[in-house]
């Protein structure tokens, strides 16, 4: 069964630091480009981060550029994401979503973990 | 940044009626639309990529269609399952970009 699962998540204080985890099973890992993507509890939802196969392109959201550094160890079928200066307004569900590679580009965010909440409060 | 506006908010129906869902980019996406249904408590999931593609797996009552700016996700029949919040989403630019969401409720 394809499954990815984060890990992780707590309470931290403002200006505090947290690394969330995701791992996949099922898949051929280094096959695709990763993906972590918020929600703010009972809002919609946010992009944050991706990575590519290979970890040689990342993307980051304005709002957690210089903030938050995604990676991956495809050996340990890993992905995480450092979060650090953490604000209340990071405060939400992380979902890490794989995005198959197809024809040189990357498709859509075909399969999700089932979320880790991260929440930054004093 | 592209915005996606969903259209309406909430969308109140009955099992065995038709829904339409609207999507309205701020420019083009060319077709690099993706649709995705999330139920209380658990994770979004693909229904449709590319506009008009059904994901794995996803019941043909599902379907996607339009281009550039404007696009629709229509459940031909619902069924009781269906009753969900729906999000577009973008891809054609960075950042990928979702829409506010469409809650169908009975």
């Known amino acids: 069964e394809v499954q990815l699962l984060e890990s992780g998540g707590g309470l931290v204080q403002p200006g505090g630091s947290l690394r969330v985890s995701c791992t996949g099973s099922?898949?051929?890992?280094?096959?695709?480009?990763m993906n972590w993507v918020r929600q703010t509890p009972g809002k919609g939802l946010e992009w944050v981060s991706t990575?590519?196969?290979?970890?040689?392109?990342?993307y980051y959201a304005n709002s957690v550029m210089g903030r938050f550094t995604i990676s991956r160890d495809n050996s340990r079928n890993t992905l995480y994401l450092q979060m650090n200066s953490l604000r209340a307004d990071d405060t939400a569900i992380y979902y890490c979503?794989?995005?198959?590679?197809?024809?040189?580009?990357?498709?859509?965010?075909?399969?999700w973990g089932q979320g880790t909440l991260v929440t930054v409060s004093s | 940044e592209i915005v996606l506006t969903q259209s309406p908010a909430t969308l109140s129906l009955s099992p065995g009626e038709r829904a339409t869902l609207s999507c309205r980019a701020s420019?083009?996406?060319?077709?690099?639309l993706a649709w995705f249904q999330q139920k209380p408590g658990l994770a979004p999931r693909l229904l449709i990529y590319?506009?008009?593609n059904r994901a794995t797996g996803i019941p043909t009552r599902f379907s996607g269609s339009g281009s550039g700016t404007d696009f629709t996700l229509t459940i031909s029949s619902l069924e009781p399952e269906d009753f969900a919040v729906y999000y577009c989403?973008?891809?054609?630019?960075?950042?990928?970009?979702f829409g506010g969401g469409t809650k169908v409720e009975i």
């Open positions: 420019q083009s996406v060319r077709s690099a």
């Open positions: 099922g898949f051929t890992f280094s096959n695709y480009a």
């Open positions: 989403q973008q891809r054609a630019n960075w950042p990928i970009t």
């Open positions: 590319l506009a008009s």
């Open positions: 979503a794989r995005r198959p590679i197809v024809g040189g580009g990357w498709a859509d965010l075909d399969v």
């Open positions: 990575i590519g196969d290979t970890s040689a392109t990342t």
